[in-house]
């Protein structure tokens, strides 16, 4: 099934409206939440083919809306989720995190075209 929709959980405005412009100009139905417990609550209404989200987030952190949703509940089994961050992590929370992500990614790293690519990647395997 092909990659239409995707949720984007980043605070910061600069990086956030980049990558916004960049999917939704692929073709991408994108929805945007600048702090994480709106990020989670989009993530449990609906039901997305990507969730991109940040580790440092106002109001809920990425590792703890991860665990909400890729946890014991397991409540977004079909949606695949990317772990955007610059945040510097040990290896023993950054395992963690993959353990229950799709992908992890430093934001540094990675241009929208280059995200573009990934997504498209992904669209491959399903």
Known sequence: MPIHTILMIEDDRFIGEMYV???KKAGY???WMVDGNDGLIAARNKTYDVILMDV???ERRGNDILEALRGKEDLIPKS???VLTNFEQDDESRMAMEKHADGYLIKAEITPSKLIDIIAQLDKTE
Request: proline share 8%; no cysteine; hydrophobic share 50%.
């Open 21 to 23: 412009r960049s999917l």
């Open 29 to 31: 139905d994108v929805t």
């Open 56 to 58: 440092m987030l106002p």
């Open 80 to 82: 695949k989720v990317i």
